[in-house]
């Protein structure tokens, strides 16, 4: 039988503010975390702008894992970023609930781990040549030598790891791998735990940070990122006619999904509920989302139908929103098709993308909080930057510079991903 | 009436061969080799063997074949043995008319596994950019080098590509989730899919993982991690393979079709097993790469009944077989003798095979799959062999 599932507490490090609270309050006020790539020199770079969170020092959540005598890490893993920013939240989380009793789940969203420049400094150009040559039977008979400790920062279920030493719990735990989708899916698997009785009590969210030479790379050569370097605050403009690309973010974000019981156990006032959870696949190819919207179409249809909806009821939808010029309009379409098969008129739409930038493999369970928020506080959070709303997004957009108030019961978070995969959440303000 | 999940169909591609009857009897495959490496110059490392694919061949699964340049090696793995799994349980891949439930609507669940990136590519990036005194030029990498990566190579590195490819080629539109960790990807994903079939989510799924990593990248990957045992490729032809101090590395595929049991009657499939419990955990405080036997200990025993057949997951590795001998009780079936440590592949690969082989030989009652991954992840499915 499936249980009622509530989120409890939520745990927010982002480019527009860490904790609940400042995130929630930057939302409203259309706050934008754009500015210069300032963690390393990316002064040659076709893109030199992303949304960083701004004074993060990655030793502080791995020494205070290691001064907790909680589990072991090897001192390497803090050159990963996205890692220490998932145990920052972990860590925060954990001073706002203390210590979660019993089995625990833990889902993750995890994102791609790119070389890093001291990685290729230490294990490769000791092997490369002055004429543009690498040697790689040197490297192989090296392998072995090197000081470098960076394969286990590559490790899949490494973060998961380190994370579940800082919340002190063991249990059920995956990592999911959808890409831009991955931690609305690893909320998803909270859900469905929490629901069928696994577990009480479940983690999920995600983090990630591009941020870093390889990392940006890969996106600019896929022709994904904007280039408006001059103007950075402005740069991520989802649903604006003259979008050029989405702005890099990075940040780490967790959820405390538990039973309504369990929630009360513990003291704890429910933010919201969760209700649906969908996912599909575009089948139609690795770089662009179906021409029609059909797989986000269906990731949303089977939400509202998980949560025993109609799309009447859903007063907001949280866009995927990247700001490229395929997704934005391919998703309202998408959006405007399944309320108008339904009989009904489509709700206010945004992209936060647009405040936060795109945090990758962390961008659903951000935007997941941003729906917490909007629901909790009673506000649709803005789409900042459209000058000229572009026709092809035939859904009402929030433009805005800051968060208009409302009386919002029920939203939805989408979430689509490289590749074709697709998540939706349906969350609604809690009410007894 | 309450849905129940069946395996009717099996599709597997490893070192062992192509194809459920090749995995038949792999775990008593005494006489199993790994080969010198293939896909590269391997001489010079301490790892220079493995059970390898001779070549992947993904290509009748294929809408269009010049998209085979798209996809890296575990996803050509997952795709051919995605496709051999549906012929196995009597689904034409490639006519989506005569699948028994749309395309559209079959769910599509993976276990993933690490991808370093392709060593020798960064190797000439880091030639073009760098000089041995001052390491990266960060001006020169942002300028002129960056034209040496290749548009789309971050596409052969993002672990759902496999994912994506399969549901491209085959139209698939259901739901769909690609899962590690790593060793325990496989089982989680097939938990996974069992969940979506008993709420109603589809009728029908391919459960699937695949791994690839004996180039250069996955091979010194693996040796530094301490995981791989070291072998030159003619301690591979001599030695004891059964008492290494590592896993011989290995790569696959593994696909299962697994379907709600009314499906599969309506349409006289096959029925393998049916799928029982499925548990997963990951330890608090595990050791990076310690085998923690009472964590998968506690998951056999979630899933396991007296007198079941259980999968192990040590294979070559000695001192770890004797561990997991001692936490798991009896005897254990180690299919992976034939096929090596297949990373994320390896939990759903010695399921496939134990399953290919307790069908042939006319086997009827419980098979446990155990899966472990580096960090103290460990999972377990139970399922009831009936055909």
């Known amino acids: 039988m499936s249980r009622r599932v509530v989120i409890s507490a939520v745990s927010v490090i982002s480019p527009i503010g860490r904790g609940y609270d400042e995130f929630a309050t930057a939302l409203k006020q259309g706050a934008s975390g754009g500015g210069p790539v300032s963690l390393f020199d990316a002064s040659t770079f076709p893109t030199r702008i992303a949304a960083e ?24 893993i803090s050159e990963d970023r996205k890692t220490a920013l998932g145990l920052a939240a972990a860590w925060d989380l954990v001073d706002q609930v203390g210590a979660l009793k019993g089995d625990v789940a833990l889902h993750l969203g995890t994102g791609l781990s790119s070389a890093s420049v001291r990685e290729l400094e230490a294990d490769l150009v000791p092997f490369t040549g002055g004429d543009g040559s690498f040697d790689d039977r040197a490297y192989g008979a090296q392998c072995l030598a090197s000081s470098s400790t960076s394969p286990w920062r590559h490790l899949t279920g490494e973060a998961n790891r380190l994370m579940m030493s800082a919340l002190g719990v063991s249990g059920p735990s995956s990592s999911s791998f959808a890409a831009c989708a991955a931690s609305t899916h690893a909320i998803g698997r909270a859900f469905r735990d929490v629901a069928a009785g696994r577990v009480d009590r479940a983690v999920a969210g995600g983090m990630d940070s591009m941020v870093h030479p390889f990392g940006m790379i890969s996106f600019m050569r896929l022709g994904a990122l904007s280039t408006a370097n001059e103007d950075p605050r402005r740069a991520s403009r989802p649903f604006d006619r003259d979008r050029d690309g989405f702005l890099l973010g990075e940040g780490g974000v967790l959820l405390l999904l538990e039973t309504q019981d369990a929630a009360a156990a513990r003291g704890a006032r429910p933010l919201v509920e969760v209700l649906g959870y969908g996912t ?46 395929l997704n934005d309009g391919t998703e309202s379409r998408a959006v405007r098709d399944l309320w108008a098969d ?25 935007e997941a909080v941003a729906c917490v928020a909007a629901l909790d506080r009673g506000f649709l959070p803005p789409s900042i930057n459209i000058e000229n709303l572009d026709p092809v997004c035939e859904v009402p957009i929030v433009d805005a510079a800051t968060g208009p108030d409302a009386d919002l019961r029920i939203a939805m978070t989408n979430s689509f991903g490289f590749g074709g995969q697709n998540g939706s959440l349906i969350l609604r303000r809690w009410e007894k | 009436m309450a849905r129940r999940a069946v395996i009717t169909g099996i599709g597997l591609v490893s070192g062992a061969g192509v194809g459920r009857e090749a995995h038949i009897g792999c775990a008593d495959r005494l006489d199993a080799r790994p080969t010198a490496l293939a896909l590269f110059d391997g001489s010079t490392m301490p790892v220079q063997a493995a059970f390898q694919v001779s070549r992947p061949r993904p290509a009748p699964f294929m809408k269009r074949r010049k998209d085979l340049k798209l996809m890296s090696r575990d996803a050509q793995l997952a795709l051919q043995a995605a496709g051999l799994a549906l012929t196995d349980a009597l689904i034409a891949p490639m006519d989506p008319d005569a699948w028994p439930i749309p395309p559209e609507e079959a769910g599509l669940f993976m276990g993933v596994g690490l991808e370093p990136g392709n060593i020798t590519e960064l190797g000439y990036v880091a030639a073009d950019c760098s000089s041995a005194h001052h390491g990266i030029d960060l001006h020169r990498l942002g300028g002129s080098s960056i034209d040496l990566i290749p548009p789309l190579s971050a596409l052969k590195t993002l672990p759902n590509m496999a994912l994506a490819h399969i549901s491209i080629n085959l139209g698939m539109m259901g739901p769909g989730e690609a899962l590690s960790p790593w060793g325990t990807a496989g089982i989680a994903a097939l938990g996974v899919a069992v969940e979506s079939i008993e709420r109603g989510e589809c009728e029908m799924a391919l459960v699937g993982a695949s791994d690839s990593d004996v180039d250069l990248g996955g091979v010194s990957t693996h040796a530094r991690l301490g995981l791989a045992a070291r072998l030159t490729a003619a301690q591979a032809q001599s030695s004891d393979l059964w008492s290494l101090d590592g896993f011989v590395l290995g790569e696959g595929a593994a696909f299962l079709v697994v379907e709600d049991e009314a499906l599969a009657l309506r349409r006289g499939a096959h029925i393998v097993a049916r799928v029982g419990a499925v548990a997963s955990r990951t330890q608090s405080g595990a050791a990076l790469a310690a085998f923690d036997a009472g964590c998968l200990r506690t998951v056999v025993n979630q899933v396991r009944a007296g007198g079941d057949l259980v999968t192990g997951v040590g294979g070559h590795w000695a001192a770890w077989r004797a561990a997991e001998a001692e936490a798991l009780g009896g005897d254990l079936l180690y299919p992976s003798r034939a096929t090596g440590w297949c990373a994320a592949a390896s939990g759903l690969l010695d399921l496939g095979a134990a399953l290919a082989t307790a069908c ?18 460990c999972a377990a499915v139970r399922c009831e062999v009936m055909e």
């Not at chain 1, 993060?56 to 890490?73: I, K, T």
């Not at chain 1, 190819?285 to 509202?304: C, I, K, N, S, W």
């Open chain 1, 53 to 76: 969170v701004a004074g993060f020092d990655p030793e502080l959540p791995l020494r205070r894992l290691l001064e907790s005598e909680r589990g072991s890490y090897d001192a390497e």
């Open chain 2, 360 to 377: 042939d030989r006319g086997y009827h009652g419980g098979l446990v799959g155990a899966a472990w991954s580096p960090g103290g992840d």
């Open chain 1, 280 to 325: 599909s696949m575009d089948a139609h190819a690795v770089t662009a989302p179906h021409p029609e919207g059909r797989g986000a179409y269906l990731a949303m249809q089977r939400a509202v139908r998980d949560a025993g909806l109609s799309t009447a009821d859903v007063g907001y939808v949280n866009a995927h929103g990247t700001g490229t010029p």
């Open chain 1, 342 to 366: 339904q009989g009904h008129a489509p709700p206010p739409m945004s992209s936060t993308k647009s405040m936060t930038g795109h945090l990758i493999a962390a961008a659903g369970a951000l």
